[in-house]
């Protein structure tokens, strides 16, 4: 049973697509914590991201770092958190959270709701700085 992040792979479930190489794939979380709160994936299903062997892990932090470095350009910030979090997708991911207080990133905190045109809008100046 593919993961519903494979199926956001695959296009069977839409998303808000930021980057995609031949191994990984970057897109927006539709719960964000921050505007412009990602995630990034290996596109092999693997549960546990320690699981990976050790270039899948370190081509996963290099595409990672890419994106981060346009999503801190896109969405001003302190930092960027990169977080690996998460026990509910059995599928290695990363949070990437602009960030200005270590209050951004827990993940107690109200969700936001943004609209399409938001998220499409966020999406659209993260790319640009890819």
């Not at 549960?47 to 346009?70: P, R, S």
Request: proline share 5%.
């Amino acid at each position: 049973m593919a993961t519903i992040f494979t199926k956001i792979i695959l296009g069977e479930i839409p998303s808000y697509k930021i980057a995609e190489d031949e191994k990984h794939y970057a897109f927006l979380d539709i719960a964000p914590l921050t505007k412009g709160h990602l995630l990034v994936v290996p596109k092999k299903e693997v549960d546990y991201i320690f699981d990976m062997d050790t270039n899948e892990y370190a081509d996963l932090q290099m595409f990672a770092h890419k994106v981060a470095l346009g999503l801190k350009k896109a969405m001003p910030c302190t930092k960027v958190a990169n977080i690996v979090l998460g026990l509910e997708v059995p599928h290695a991911h990363i949070h990437l959270i602009p960030m200005d207080s270590e209050k951004d990133v827990n993940f107690s905190n109200p969700k936001l709701k943004l609209t399409t045109d938001e998220f499409l809008e966020i999406a659209e100046k993260i790319r640009k700085e890819i």
